[in-house]
């Protein structure tokens, strides 16, 4: 029921006919960091599977067809947002590419964030474009780790 409510909802607010320029294939983007090595000249990096969501038609291909994002629904202004965010990319990228973590900005997206949203920040864990948990709220780092475990399986 979910599955057909959210093709719905977002059949809705995507539209069908590809801008001018086409779609590009939008795949998750590596965010590589250097990191600095007081001991010599090396660079080490960090990839993290964090990206945000700029609209509809990005929502549909990089969330619902992917086999297992995060998607973090947040608002500037939310202070548990700001506590929550950190933490959650923090976990997401311990996973190694397991999981994908998608942001939303609610306050952006207000017709994404309709979609099983009633209040920030809302973190939903999509499989293969089927919510397969939930959560609201602030949650510790080791609930995170259990909600990302049980996600990948």
């Not at 548990?80 to 997206?109: F, S, W, Y």
């Not at 009633?118 to 948990?133: F, H, M, Q, R, Y």
């Amino acid at each position: 029921a979910q599955r057909l409510l959210l093709r719905r909802f977002l059949t809705s607010v995507i539209p069908r006919k590809p801008p001018q320029g086409g779609w590009t294939s939008l795949t998750s983007r590596t965010l590589q960091t250097p990191q600095y090595n007081p001991g010599g000249l090396t660079e080490t990096f960090i990839c993290s599977a964090t990206f945000n969501v700029q609209d509809g038609p990005d929502f549909q291909d990089r969330v619902v067809n992917s086999e297992t994002p995060v998607v973090d629904f947040h608002a500037q202004w939310c202070g548990p947002c700001k506590i929550l965010g950190p933490r959650l990319e923090k976990m997401v990228a311990k996973q190694h590419g397991k999981v994908v973590m998608a942001k939303v900005n609610t306050d952006d997206h207000t017709d994404l964030a309709m979609y099983e949203v009633s209040a920030v920040p809302t973190v939903l864990a999509i499989k293969n474009g089927d919510v397969a948990d939930k959560f609201v709220g602030i949650k510790e780092e080791d609930q995170l780790e259990t909600f990302l475990k049980k996600l990948i399986g």
